[in-house]
C-alpha cells in the first residue's frame, strides 16, 4: 500500500474515532477486559481511544464494502435486464453482432438508427409495407375491436415490427388506426421473421409456413416440421429456411413445433 494512501486511510480513521457512540465504547471496554488487555506507558483512556479507532473504522469499511456489493449485485441484474430484451429482439442483436465483428460504419449507423426508432418513435411515413398486407387487409370484425380499443384507452392494442429494412412484418392494425387517426410517429419494435420452405414427400410440391418467434434461426434443411394444413395437422419435411420478403400472396399459416434431424 502507498505511503499516501495509507496516511489517508489513518487520518480518516483518527476523525472517525470521535464520532464513537456510548454503546461502541462500552463493547470495546468489555471486549479489552475479556482478552485481558490494558496500556502499559500511556493512561488508559488513550488505550481505550485507540480501541475505538480501529472498531468505528472497521464498522465504516465493513459498510463501504456491503454498498459495493449491493451495487454490484443491482448493476448485474440491470445487466441481465438489458440483456433480456435484447435477447428478446433478434433482430437489433444480429445487427449488434455485425457491427462487432465487421465493424463498419454503414452497420454500426443502421444498428443505432433502429435503437433510436425504438426509443424516440418513428415517422409513420418512412413505414414500408409489403404487398402482401396491402392485398389482404384485416377483417372488419378484427378491426372493430382494434378501433373500440384504441377509443377507450388512446393506445395501439398490437404492437408495430418492423425488420431492418424498415418493413412492417406486424401490427398491421395498429399501422391502419394510426394512419385513419392522423398519428405522425408511433411506438416500434424490430424484430425477424423466418419461413420454412418443405414438402409433405421427398421431391414433392413446396409449400411455405411462418416459424414462431422461438424457433427463428432453430430450423435447418432436412429438420420435420409438424405444420397446420388445410386439410388438417401434417409432418413435412424442410427443405430451406429463408428470411420473410412479404413474398406472399395470402398469409402463412405457422410450424408447429420441429423434430430436429440427427446431426
Known amino acids: ?61 465493513g459498510k463501504r464494502e456491503e454498498r459495493a456489493r449491493r451495487k454490484k449485485n443491482n448493476t448485474s441484474s440491470e445487466v441481465a435486464k438489458i440483456a433480456e430484451q435484447l435477447n428478446q429482439n433478434s433482430e437489433i442483436c444480429h445487427l449488434m453482432k455485425m457491427v462487432i465483428e465487421d465493424k463498419t460504419k454503414k452497420t454500426y449507423n443502421s444498428a443505432l438508427g433502429m435503437l433510436n426508432r425504438e426509443i424516440y418513435g418513428t415517422d409513420l411515413k418512412e413505414i414500408k409495407i409489403y404487398p402482401c398486407f396491402a392485398e389482404n387487409p384485416p377483417k372488419p370484425q378484427k378491426m372493430k375491436q382494434k378501433e373500440q380499443y384504441f377509443e377507450e384507452t388512446g393506445a395501439l392494442q398490437s404492437q408495430i415490427i418492423l425488420d431492418s429494412q424498415g418493413y412492417l412484418i406486424d401490427g398491421y392494425t395498429s399501422y391502419l388506426l394510426a394512419r385513419a387517426h392522423g398519428i405522425q410517429r408511433v411506438s416500434v419494435r424490430y424484430g425477424r421473421r423466418q419461413i420454412v420452405r418443405a414438402s409433405h414427400t421427398p421431391g414433392g410440391k413446396m409449400y411455405s409456413w411462418e416459424l414462431p418467434g422461438l424457433l427463428i434461426d432453430r430450423v435447418s434443411a432436412g429438420d420435420r416440421a409438424v405444420v397446420r394444413t388445410e386439410r388438417g395437422v401434417k409432418v413435412v419435411t424442410v427443405a430451406a429456411v429463408e428470411e420473410y420478403a412479404g413474398n406472399e400472396t395470402k398469409p402463412l399459416k405457422r410450424v408447429i413445433k420441429v423434430k430436429r434431424k440427427r446431426r
Open 1 to 61: 500500500m502507498q505511503r499516501i494512501e495509507l496516511h489517508s486511510r489513518i487520518m480518516e480513521a483518527v476523525k472517525l474515532g470521535d464520532w464513537t457512540g456510548l454503546d461502541d465504547m462500552e463493547f470495546c471496554i468489555e471486549i479489552a477486559k475479556v482478552y485481558g488487555c490494558k496500556p502499559l506507558e500511556t493512561d488508559v483512556w488513550n488505550f481505550y481511544k485507540f480501541l475505538f479507532v480501529l472498531y468505528g473504522y472497521g464498522k465504516v469499511q
